[in-house]
């Protein structure tokens, strides 16, 4: 098993910044890759970004140029850095692992960006 704990949420202005965080235990020596997701009211969850074991990244277009994915393995956390908030960047924030038996979900934090 794998526990994952987001925090890092909050309410931010639109412009401004947060940065997520991810905190992983339990099984961390399985995880593949690992990603954060996210679901705004009445929508599909989506993918937000996705960095593997050896760090390649992958991004939304939505985000790209404006939030970035990282982990730190040493202190089993991975973490969204994200810079010019919108408000369509409202959402609640999910973080994910992949294992090779299947994938583990954390509660999510909320993201909320007044315009």
């Known amino acids: 098993q794998v526990q994952l704990v987001e925090s890092g949420g909050g309410l931010v202005q639109a412009g401004g910044s947060l940065r997520l965080f991810c905190a992983a235990s339990?099984?961390?020596?399985?995880?593949?890759?690992m990603g954060w997701y996210r679901q705004a009211p009445g929508k599909q969850r989506e993918l937000v970004a996705q960095?593997?074991?050896?760090?390649?990244?992958n991004y939304a277009d939505s985000v790209k140029g404006r939030f970035t994915i990282s982990r730190d393995n040493a202190k089993n956390t991975m973490y969204l850095q994200m810079n010019s908030l919108k408000p369509e960047d409202t959402a609640v924030y999910h973080c994910n692992a992949l294992v090779a038996w299947g994938i583990f979900w954390g509660q999510g934090t909320q993201v909320t960006v007044s315009s």
């Open positions: 960095i593997s074991s050896g760090g390649s990244t």
């Open positions: 339990g099984s961390i020596f399985s995880i593949n890759a």
